[in-house]
T-cell receptor
Framework: GESVGLHLPTLSVQEGDNSIINCAYSNSASDYFIWYKQESGKGPQFIIDIRSNMDKRQGQRVTVLLNKTVKHLSLQIAATQPGDSAVYFCAENRDNYGQNFVFGPGTRLSVLP | EAQVTQNPRYLITVTGKKLTVTCSQNMNHEYMSWYRQDPGLGLRQIYYSMNVEVTDKGDVPEGYKVSRKEKRNFPLILESPSPNQTSLYFC????????????FGPGTRLTVL
């Protein structure tokens, strides 16, 4: 499969523990954010999104927190499983839910047995 | 099955030899985009299109062209490829104004010698 990158920040967690992945964004005017998961050999896959009028949004086992004051996003994964091993990207939308996205560099999550 | 397809998946070429990477989606999505992914840099948007005959530059459009003559297809054209265009390329599509419907293709690994 395709490799995503060789020099990404890596987070290693024990199976069953919670994971927290962080992301800083650049544009204080960005009003919509997405977290993506990219498994080896595949394209990115949507996980969860949040609008700038929210501080927190929960999905199934995932929670996204948005701190607009410091332009920071985090993705929390509860009870991390081996299938969660992947690279995670945040993306900020710059054109009001259009197509202009800026992606962060990504974090590799490694789940230890 | 809903999908975004890209061809070719792998390509090795030489500097200056024009090439086209095709992208096709079967979901009747209005929005389509091209990204390149490089180690440590994450995904960077090359071009995007919000409908037929409507295209806009992303963050790194230099050296690339696109066209959107039909809704389902969004080819990426490199008129005169150079080694700095060696990268992993992803095409994506989504419904207009609904970014969480975004699908990514499987990627095209391009090497320019």
């Amino acid at each position: 499969g395709e490799s995503v990158g060789l020099h990404l920040p890596t987070l290693s967690v024990q199976e069953g523990d919670n994971s927290i992945i962080n992301c800083a964004y650049s544009n204080s005017a960005s009003d919509y954010f997405i977290w993506y998961k990219q498994e080896s050999g595949k394209g990115p896959q949507f996980i969860i999104d949040i609008r700038s009028n929210m501080d927190k949004r929960q999905g199934q086992r995932v929670t996204v927190l948005l701190n607009k004051t410091v332009k920071h996003l985090s993705l929390q994964i509860a009870a991390t499983q081996p299938g969660d091993s992947a690279v995670y990207f945040c993306a900020e939308n710059r054109d009001n839910y259009g197509q202009n996205f800026v992606f962060g560099p990504g974090t590799r999550l490694s789940v230890l047995p | 099955e809903a999908q975004v397809t890209q061809n070719p998946r792998y390509l090795i070429t030489v500097t200056g030899k024009k090439l086209t990477v095709t992208c096709s989606q079967n979901m009747n999505h209005e929005y389509m985009s091209w990204y390149r992914q490089d180690p440590g840099l994450g995904l960077r948007q090359i071009y995007y299109s919000m409908n037929v005959e409507v295209t806009d530059k992303g963050d790194v459009p230099e050296g690339y062209k696109v066209s959107r003559k039909e809704k389902r297809n969004f080819p990426l054209i490199l008129e005169s490829p150079s080694p700095n265009q060696t990268s992993l390329y992803f095409c994506a599509s989504s419904l207009a104004g609904v970014p969480d419907t975004q699908y990514f293709g499987p990627g095209t690994r391009l090497t320019v010698l």
